[in-house]
Structures are given as C-alpha cells and as structure tokens.
C-alpha cells in the first residue's frame, strides 16, 4: 500500500523567492512519484516524475524534485517563483509492479505568489 | 494528440436523476481511471482499468455508481439515482502504461457535476 503526505496546505513566497513544496510517502514496494499542478478549473497536468535512476529529477516551467529513499521525501522546488506558478500541487506515489500501479495523491499544497 | 475529452463539462440535475459521464482516452493508451474530487475529500480514485478491464474499483462509493469500457476508446461513469453528495468534479485519466511502464496518468478537463 502506498500514501502520501503533504506538509502545508497552502504556501506563499514572493515572486523570485525560492518554491519548495514538501511531499513525504509510503510505500511498501519500490515508488513511482510524481508531481502534478492544476490551475483554476483545469485538469492535473505532469509537472515531473521520479520512476528509477537519477535522483533528482527536472521537469517542466523549471520544477524540480529529489528523491531521497532515506528520508522518505519527493521534495518539489524552484529557485524563482513566477507570477504564473500560482496554483495547486499535489504529489503522489504509485508501486512499481504489476497491481500496484494506481496513484495514491497527496492532499494538494496551494500555492501562492506574493507580488 | 486531443488529449483526454471528457463529456459533458458541466452537468446540473435533480436528485434522483440518471447521470452519465463520458470519457475517451488518449490513443494507444491502455489504462484509464475515474477519479473524483471534492473540497471536502480531495481527489479519490473510483476505478480504473487495464485493457477495457476493471481492475481494482474498490474506491466506487455505492451501488448507485457503476463504470463501464465498452471498447479502448470510450468509456462511461454512470450515478443512479443521483443525490447532492454527488456534485463534485469528475476526472478521468488514462495512461500508456505497460508491462514495466510508469504510470503516467493524463487527465481530462473535468466534468463539473452539481445535483440539486
């Protein structure tokens, strides 16, 4: 079984201050994590996904995550927040095999950026 | 690519109606899922198959709601009767998934449901 944890509801920082959403999971098999964002009245869209090799991991608009397996962590970040990064994210983590391949998400972090 | 259509986008009935929610999923792909999101419970997996084959629908709350995939291309979410608690955001998602694949789930726009 797999769940996930998002530390922080919502979020605010200034624009061109660093973003860092924090994500921590469970799994009782090897995770696939992802990060996803949705804008107002939209669906979620990939932001960036850890499956196997290089821990840290870019993904789109300048995102990235490290997968620290030690820690338990999927640690999202940015170094400058634009205007247009305000949104929700919400991690989530999947098992590596056959069965195991639903996404379990996390309970969303809004984010905020502070003109 | 269309990316995954849902249908309709925005859905208003009564208590006690019949709704149907549609889904096609992306080309090639072989796994799609229902989800739904409220405020109140955040984003929750219904059912999801493989193969037009449902897999695991352990997250479908009650009897009234049944999915079916008919074929690769179309699939259906369906309340009946509908009841308040219902209205909620509905998304589908599908995922090319296979033997060894990783997961990567699309999702759709939505279908905004509001029973009154």
Redesign the interface.
């Known amino acids: 079984a797999q769940s996930v944890t998002q530390l922080g509801s919502h979020v605010s920082v200034s624009e061109g201050a660093l973003v860092l959403l924090r994500c921590n999971y469970s799994s009782s098999v090897p995770p696939y994590l992802f990060w996803y964002v949705q804008y107002p009245n939209q669906g979620l869209q990939l932001l960036l996904k850890y499956t196997t090799g290089a821990t840290l991991v870019k993904g789109i608009n300048g995102f990235e995550a490290e997968f620290k397996k030690s820690e338990t962590s999927f640690h999202l970040t940015k170094p400058s927040a634009h205007m247009s990064d305000a949104a929700e994210y919400f991690c989530a983590v999947s098992g590596s095999n056959f069965g195991n391949e639903k996404l379990t998400f996390g309970t969303g972090t809004r984010l905020t950026i502070i003109p | 690519d269309a990316g995954?259509i849902q249908s309709p986008r925005h859905e208003v009935t009564e208590m006690g109606q019949e709704v149907t929610l549609r889904c096609k999923p992306i080309s090639g792909h072989n796994?799609l899922?229902w989800y739904r999101q409220t405020m109140m419970r955040?984003?929750e997996?219904l059912i999801?198959f493989n193969n037009n084959v449902p897999?695991?629908d352990s997250g479908m709350p009650e009897d009234r709601f049944s999915a079916k995939m008919p074929n690769a291309s179309f699939s259906t979410l369906k309340i009946q009767p509908s009841e308040p608690r219902d209205s909620a955001v509905y998304?589908c998602?599908s995922?090319p998934?296979g033997?060894g694949?990783?997961?990567?789930?699309?999702?759709?726009?939505?279908t905004r449901l509001t029973v009154t």
């Open positions: 995954v796994s899922f955040g984003l997996l999801y897999i695991d998304f998602a995922s998934r033997t694949g990783s997961y990567e789930q699309y999702f759709g726009p939505g």
